[in-house]
């Protein structure tokens, strides 16, 4: 809470003298130009520039950070708004690099989840009306691995992008080419940030990572921005990154979608998103993921559902009928007197599960009527329909529509 509670006061991009518009480069270039010209070494004893130096650094620190930056922007908006709007789905659980409710699986490392799935159906995503106040914050507070005490990001920025996938696709899992610009590794220096591998202690904070100062009454410690907090400064920038270890690139990576996607749902990539600073690793991608649908099936969770059209005389004799599936067909069997709309279960034949167990194909029955029936099939219908009446069929019998008396 701490943080976002002094954000609410703070101006950021004013600080740097930029609009809430500015790049990522223009940010840079200025908290560079700023610092330079407020660093206390070139005014000694001057408390007016020593403070814009700190707010300079702290601007930086928070809109520096890709992550950072867009959890302000959004802490920001909130406000602006004066309420607590729609959290777009970006998780709630705040573990990082864990596994996220609201609307995401989580499919890192350890593979897809059957539980994250049921997240996912039950929540529907985004960000709940009831959460409170604290659950937000401190989601926006913890995600993104870093502990709120950091300079400088201690992994690569989240990532998020789209894919539109045929139905087939997301039932049975594919996997599919993603490009993304954005930070990754640099080849020169593999992602060090140093030409030679060389570091020293920072002078800053002579190797502690943090700084004290004064508040008031109250003696604080932050984080080193001169070194990021981790004690050790590059001797010899990268030529190629400036040391920061990352380039800008665009790079295509192959994204592996699993089994049974829904349409709307986020699936997470752990370390497939943005470089981290200084060989720390990478954030995570989140791919939003739609589904076009199908001509032929429907999904209804883990089962398929199918209409097939069949002659009144298929319902009434019974029969066999051959049914699409993902795979090959199958031959349903139709008990003679089925009525007109009936679904039936084919076991195991609709989308398949982690457990390697599927579900079902709902078969539902949907008689078609022939508009020009010739000579040989109209008499027989004629000889039919009498026949139909002499057993006694009366299609209206017990119908509660049927007017009283007069049948
Ligand atoms: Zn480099
Ligand atoms: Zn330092």
Known sequence: MAMQQEWANKDYYGDLGLTSSASAAEIKKAYRKLARENHPDSHPGDKQAEERFKRVAEAYDVLGDETKRKEYDEFKSMMNSGGFMRFGGRGGSGFPGGFR????????????????????????????????????????????????????????ADVETHITLDFREAV?????????????????????????????????????????????????????????????????????????????????????????????????????????????????????????????????????????????????????????????????KVPAGTPNGRTLRVKGRGVARKSGTAGDLMVTVEVQVPKNLDATATSALRAYAQAEKDSGFNPRAGWAGAPTGNE
């Open 101 to 156: 409710t609201t609307g995401t699986t989580d499919f890192g490392a350890s593979g897809f989840d059957d539980v994250g799935f049921g997240e996912s159906f039950g929540q529907g995503g985004g960000f709940s009306a009831e959460g409170s106040l604290g659950d937000i914050f401190g989601g926006l507070f913890n995600r993104g691995g870093g502990t709120g005490r950091s300079a400088r990001p201690t992994r690569g």
């Open 172 to 332: 049975k899992g594919t996997t599919i080419p993603v490009e993304l610009t954005g930070e990754a590794p640099c080849t020169d220096c593999h992602g060090s940030g140093s030409a030679t591998g060389k570091t020293s202690t920072c002078p800053d904070c002579g190797g502690s990572g943090f700084v004290s100062e004064q508040k008031g009454a109250f003696g604080m410690s932050r984080p080193c921005t001169r070194c990021g907090g981790t004690g050790q400064v590059i001797e010899d920038p990268c030529p190629t990154c400036s040391g920061s270890g990352t380039v800008r690139r665009t790079r295509s990576i192959t994204v592996r979608i699993p089994a049974g996607v829904i349409d709307g749902q986020k699936v997470r990539l752990a370390g497939q998103g943005e470089a981290g600073p200084n060989g720390t690793p990478a954030g995570d991608l989140f791919v939003n993921v739609t589904v076009r649908p199908d001509t032929v099936f429907t999904r209804d969770g883990d089962d398929l559902a199918v209409t097939v059209p069949v002659s009144f005389t298929e319902l009434a004799l019974g029969g066999a009928v051959t049914v699409p599936t993902l795979d090959n067909p199958v031959k349903v």
